[in-house]
């Protein structure tokens, strides 16, 4: 048996045939694994008793008093290592010692997703080596100590805009050098099939938990879902559980500053990147734009296929919030409810602040808290 490749004309696998037999092989540990009782035992448990869920689904009593109508946070923060990321490279981590790999190797932006791959690696007795753009490794330097302590070699990538679309061309370089002992850990539901299926099946816990937990907490399913997209892993992981069920779906990219944004889906054109196709941020002529964001998270040209694939069959609206609306929905919800979320999740939070009048007193509406500030506090004190 082979998953769908495609989501329509999204997706795919544009890839150097070199690396083609390695994403089969994935694909098909993927396909063994995920029906191995022994694998999904261990994966449910390391989900538990390391990572921490089922995470809350926390009812944000000041905010919707304040608002008027309830609101719900998702509290991924709340996970070990303080994103909804560990889901993912605890899943993947597995499949790499399964498939008998001696090396993982991982891209990150904010970071998270390396602390995330580091944590996972350091557990499962693997090395992980980290490529890291240099930019985001000055903003993020507290996510880059942790992953040198979990053991991780970090490695900073100085081409390009040396961000994130770099660190991934980097990590694809070495793959593809490495291809049979090591494992390419991806971040987000992006890069060539398997990789957006893959990642999407270890999120989806995110939704299928809420919808369990809203069901009890309310009797019935919420009107609204909201969640921030990078790459798009945690918004596919929360909607995943509820796309066409007439329930609004919200995804908010980065709309940056006045001069350069993230806004793949609204403003990006089809083309093929970083092995799949997709929206991108590009020029006329196929170069890839660079993309910014004052959450190192969000800063990514591209965006998983499905996201492309939903946003042209109208099944998830996809909106923005700049860099100072991040800020302040950041301030907001420490101030209103206690709780430091990650600049990224600040953007979901800013969507629901910025459109109160488009809200009711019956909507029960649902943020996806993808992650936790502390990492962002550097960033966030040159800014108030
Ligand atoms: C806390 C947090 N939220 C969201 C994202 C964006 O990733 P994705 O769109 O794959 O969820 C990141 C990426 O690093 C992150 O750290």
């Keep these: 048996m082979r998953l769908k490749t495609k989501f329509n004309q999204f997706g795919g696998v544009y890839i150097p045939e070199m690396m083609v037999k390695s994403m089969q092989d994935l694909e098909t540990a993927f396909i063994t694994y995920t029906k191995n009782k022994k694998f999904r035992n261990e994966l449910k448990s390391l989900l538990k008793n390391f990572a ?39 899943g993947q981590g597995l499949l790499a010692k399964y498939m008998g790999k001696k090396e993982i190797i991982a891209e990150t932006g904010a970071g998270q997703h390396g602390v995330a791959t580091a944590a996972a690696g350091a557990l499962m007795g693997l090395p992980v080596k980290v490529f890291m753009g240099a930019k985001d490794i000055e903003r993020q330097k507290l996510n880059v100590f942790r992953m040198k302590l979990f053991g991780a070699e970090v490695i900073s990538v100085e081409s390009g805009s040396k961000t994130l679309k770099d660190a991934v061309n980097e990590s694809m370089r070495y793959f593809l050098a490495n291809v049979e002992s090591t494992y390419y850990l991806l971040g987000s539901v992006v890069g060539p099939h398997p990789y957006p ?11 299928e938990e809420t919808k369990e937990q809203i069901i009890s907490l309310e009797n019935k399913l919420p009107t609204k879902i909201i969640a921030c997209v990078g790459g798009g892993s945690n918004a596919i992981g929360i909607f995943n559980t509820f796309i066409g069920k007439n329930i609004k779906l919200i995804g908010v990219e980065a709309a940056g ?44 040209p591209g965006v998983g296929p499905k996201h492309s694939y939903l946003k042209n069959k109208n099944l998830v609206s996809y909106q923005s ?25 600040a953007h979901a939070l800013s969507y629901v602040l910025e459109n109160q009048d488009t809200f009711t007193k019956e ?5 996806c808290l993808s992650g936790r500030g502390d990492k962002d506090i550097g960033v966030v004190m040159e800014h108030v």
């Excluded at 290592?81 to 490279?89: L, V």
């Design 52 to 90: 921490g869920r089922p995470t809350p689904l926390y009812f944000a009593k000041n905010m919707s008093k304040e608002l008027g109508f309830k609101i719900y946070l998702k509290r991924e923060d709340l996970l070990h290592t303080g994103a909804h990321k560990i889901n993912n490279t605890l």
């Design 197 to 207: 299926t893959l990642v999407e099946y270890f999120q989806k816990i995110i939704g």
């Design 257 to 300: 500053n006045n001069i350069k944004h993230g806004k793949t889906l609204s403003e990006g054109t089809i083309g093929v990147f970083h092995g799949t196709k997709s929206y991108v941020l590009q020029t006329q002529e196929g170069q890839i734009l660079e993309a910014h964001s004052i959450s190192a998270g969000l800063d990514y």
């Design 321 to 345: 919030a700049n860099d100072e609306q991040a800020i302040n929905a950041l301030q907001y919800l420490c101030k209103k409810e206690g709780i430091l979320p990650a600049l990224e999740s």
């Design 363 to 367: 909507d029960v509406v649902v943020i």
